[in-house]
């Protein structure tokens, strides 16, 4: 709106801080990656044509440029907060129909490098090597973390069920001297709790 008397803006991107990197790409998401610019700010401001940046450098000549006017006021405080929060709101309907068209393009995405990947199978590269990718009724499991856990879990299975258990003698007298001794802590574990408990009856026959 400032720049517009100069010529055709292109297009205002707005950084924390100056740089020379590249301009970013635009993000195509309303609510994804909102990450916005906070307190003082540069702006890059970008003309179709060169004459717009002649244009504006000649308006440094006139005085500041007024961004909050009263036809176009700057909101601040409370109405800038509230306006905020309507902001943040997300609406379910227009997030839904945006994921929606998102897995639209993934699923053809992938659908074509499947075509593509099932018609290069087993035809040479310039070099003459054939590329050979894991098919067929067990494919490869997926490398999740809840994949591993179970994995494992099956193979520890595997060798408990292979273990023999009070296989030499020594190991049935170890299971036995064992058993023995959690009996015996049972035992003495019960006697304290039976004694505390006669300790705060109140009525004493004997």
Not at 113 to 138: H, L, N, S, Y
């Amino acid at each position: 709106r400032l720049f517009a008397r100069c010529g055709h803006v292109q297009s205002v991107e707005i950084c924390d801080k100056p740089g020379l990197a590249e301009k970013k790409e635009k993000p195509t998401s309303k609510f994804f990656n909102r990450k916005t610019a906070k307190g003082f700010q540069v702006a890059y401001v970008v003309f179709r044509k060169p004459s717009g940046v002649q244009a504006a450098k000649a308006l440094s000549q006139e005085g500041p440029l007024l961004v909050s006017t009263e036809s176009h006021p700057v909101k601040t405080g409370i109405s800038k907060w509230i306006a905020s929060y309507a902001a943040s709101i997300v609406d379910p309907e227009e997030l839904k129909a945006e994921v929606d068209a998102y897995m639209q393009d993934y699923d053809k995405k992938v659908a074509e490098e499947e075509a593509k990947a099932a018609k290069e199978d087993g035809v040479p590269d310039e070099e003459g090597w054939v590329k050979v990718t894991r098919k067929g009724r067990k494919p490869g499991l997926p490398r999740t973390e809840a994949a591993n856990l179970r994995v494992l879990e099956k193979e520890k299975q595997k060798r408990a069920r292979k273990e023999l258990l009070n296989f030499y003698a020594w190991q049935h007298r170890e299971t036995k001297r064992e058993h023995i001794a959690q009996l015996r802590k049972k035992f003495e574990e019960d006697k304290q709790r039976i004694a505390l408990m006669r300790a705060q009856r109140k009525f004493r026959p004997y």
